[in-house]
């Protein structure tokens, strides 16, 4: 066997370009690969990141009819906040937030928004809530960027929110902007407005009842409570899961066009070589080879390509793939508006497993490949082919 | 004694008064609210640049039904909306299909205009919401009219407080401002084109004004109405809406 690959490596050095236009093909494929399979993961962990760090903490209780694409939930979604969490209210462990519809006039335009009751002193999620803090002469109130963008917003401002108490009553009130914060989370940003709890309670007519409770710590030891759902950080971001699934397999396709112009290259080369290389096959059989190990002998040789191609990845990926990981990639269009959680510039985060996983599936496929053409030899006439006959 | 003569005194006048505002309350109502009604209306949306107009055709039974299509322009002509109680649903033409309204379509205005589907949804009889009180008399152009300060008496109010000026003679409302829970105006409507139709005084033009919203407001004018007609109950059906 040991020969097998000195012989391969001293055939495959030996072919000179044609053996380095292949490798530099499929170390292309390599780094390409790892590369996107990097972003994928750099979005899935900063998707979640943020997510958890903005939206969902370690998990929420949401109450039992609440459901955020159902518009008909939220005007019954609210109760008193459970007696069983009263211990981690008072540790700051556990948020409950008030949510509501309500609509805000900037310059005379109507919209439409979410309104939320948050408490101010809450540290589970990044949210500035502390400048909801404030004494003013209007209602305080925090917004994303992407809203006060849309809205024509900025810190200071007053807007009018109108909105319909539990009983249906109209009311209205000024809102003076304290703080606009930058997300990469649209679910917090877009159509949402912030004010104090107590006085979202207050306004709506319901002290003390919350639409969802937002605990810091993920347990798995975690039951539901009655009248509230348990939705677990897991849950929560499935939607994440499911985007990077659909779009992982949408890249599934570019590294197979990849892998099959590598691929191509390396069958090619195996066909040629059977074909000049009949008279050498012919004396490897003479001198005692079995059919077997020169079967095998080739395919080591297609093989190591693969290996070749690793190295030479190695070589100018490992520097771009770090600096990859480095300085991010920033996508060229506007990403603020995709709905999901995503970054403008994505870091590609690259895990052994990924790394080794590519690296198996390469090189598995150039076996593969290399041994397809190889199979011939085991059907030539060793007298033939060392006469050099055509078969 | 004489004390207490001046304080039953007092609760005797309060008392008139206020029932004075309730009876002119009802009168309004007998004006404005019948058993049903079939309207054909051109609403006017007066915005900054330019106005456009809407033409439809409405059958309302009692508050809480009520089914609209719209006969102009063609953009919109064949849209049906149909209330059936705290429910509303829209049928378009275009995309052959029937949605709900709910949650923050609600809130959205109706064609652009400065009413909200919300709004179109409360119409319930004033003295059945508000308890009234006579604040004074004023001269709207050339009619005499008695202002009234309704409060609402029951929970569920849209508008908790109205200021309503009442023609003195005709029982019809010229001008009501509604206002919000914490005293802000939210709504202003101009009633003009007083007309006698079926012997009850009514309103053939409401300009409807959001006070939050830009713009002119929506002149809502009716073109023609009956009220007490015999409606097929089919018209109040999900199913009349894609007839």
């Given at each position: 066997m040991k020969l097998a690959f000195k012989l391969a490596y001293r055939n495959l050095i030996g072919a000179g370009l044609r053996t380095w236009l292949n490798v530099i093909v499929l170390s292309f494929s390599f780094v390409v690969i790892i590369w996107l399979k990097g972003v994928m993961s750099g979005w899935d962990y900063q998707a979640k990141t943020d997510m958890t760090n903005w939206e969902i903490g370690g998990g929420q209780y949401w109450?039992?009819?609440?459901?955020?694409?159902?518009?008909?939930?939220?005007?019954?979604?609210h109760a008193p906040?459970?007696?069983?969490v009263t211990g981690e209210l008072k540790t700051g462990d556990l948020e409950p937030q008030l949510i509501v519809q309500g609509t805000i006039f900037p310059d005379g335009r109507m919209m439409p928004v979410i309104v939320r009751g948050i408490n101010?002193?809450?540290?589970?999620?990044?949210?500035?809530?502390?400048?909801?803090d404030t004494i003013t002469d209007a209602i305080p109130a925090i917004i994303g960027g992407m809203m006060a963008k849309t809205n024509r917003l900025s810190p200071g401002d007053y807007v009018t929110l109108r909105w319909r108490n539990v009983k249906g009553t109209f009311d209205a009130a000024d809102l003076v902007i304290t703080g606009i914060f930058t997300t990469n989370v649209p679910a917090v940003d877009a159509g949402q407005v912030y004010l104090p709890l107590v006085k979202l309670q207050e306004m709506m007519m319901l002290?003390?009842?919350?639409?969802i409770l937002t605990f810091r710590d993920e347990e798995k030891s975690r039951t539901g409570l009655n009248g509230w759902t348990l939705k677990t950080k897991k849950e929560l971001t499935r939607q994440v899961d499911e985007v990077i699934k659909t779009k992982s397999a949408g890249q599934s396709i570019l590294y197979f066009i990849l892998l099959l112009l590598a691929m191509l290259a390396i069958f090619d080369t195996q066909v040629l070589s059977i074909f000049r290389r009949q008279k050498e096959i012919g004396t490897y059989i003479a001198l005692g080879y079995t059919r077997r190990q020169v079967v095998g002998l080739f395919t080591v040789e297609g093989s190591m390509h693969a290996v070749l191609a690793a190295v030479v990845s190695a070589v100018y990926g490992l520097p771009f793939l770090i600096w990859q990981a480095r300085v991010g990639w920033t996508m060229?269009?506007?990403?603020?508006?995709?709905?999901?959680?995503?970054?403008q510039t994505l870091y590609p985060v690259y895990s052994v497993g990924l790394v080794i996983s590519t690296l198996l599936i390469v090189m598995l496929t150039t076996a593969v490949v290399s041994y397809l053409p190889s199979r011939r030899i085991a059907k030539m006439n060793p007298t033939d082919a060392l006469r050099g006959k055509l078969q | 004694m004489k004390t207490r003569l001046t304080l039953i005194l007092s609760i005797c006048i309060l008392q008139a008064f206020s029932q004075d505002a309730t009876t002119i309350l009802e009168k309004v109502d007998a004006n404005m609210s019948s058993r049903n009604r079939i309207f054909e209306s051109s609403m006017t949306i007066l915005g900054k640049r330019g106005s456009r107009t809407i033409v439809s055709k409405s059958y309302a039974e009692g508050t809480k039904q009520s089914f609209t299509e719209y006969l102009s322009p063609a953009s919109e002509k064949g849209t049906k909306m149909l209330k059936l109680d705290k429910q509303l649903w829209i049928y378009s033409p275009s995309t052959d299909r029937t949605i709900q309204i709910s949650?923050?379509?609600?809130k959205q205005s109706v064609m652009g205009s400065d009413l909200s589907y919300e709004d179109m949804m409360d119409d319930r009889k004033l003295t059945a919401v508000y308890n009234a009180k006579i604040t004074g008399e004023e001269m709207l152009g050339d009619r005499k009219t008695i202002v009234l300060e309704l409060t609402a008496k029951?929970?569920?109010?849209?508008?908790?407080a109205q200021k309503i000026w009442v023609?003195?003679?005709?029982?019809?409302?010229?001008k009501q401002e509604l206002f919000a829970k914490?005293?802000?105006?939210l709504k202003r409507m101009e009633m003009k084109d007083i007309r006698q139709i079926q012997g009850r005084w009514f309103p053939a033009t409401i300009v409807y004004k959001d006070?939050?919203?830009?713009?002119e407001g929506t002149e809502f004018r009716m073109t023609s109405i009956k009220f007490d007609q015999e409606i097929p109950?089919?018209?109040?059906?999900?199913?009349a809406l894609k007839k």
């Open positions: 109450h039992k009819t609440y459901d955020p694409y159902d518009p008909f939930t939220l005007t019954d979604s906040i459970p007696a069983g101010p002193g809450q540290s589970i999620l990044k949210l500035p809530t502390r400048k909801l002290p003390g009842e919350a639409t060229p269009m506007d990403t603020s508006e995709f709905g999901m959680a995503i970054a | 949650g923050h379509m609600l029951v929970e569920d109010a849209a508008y908790y023609d003195a003679v005709r029982f019809v409302p010229l914490g005293g802000k105006l006070m939050l919203k830009q713009g109950d089919y018209i109040f059906t999900k199913a």
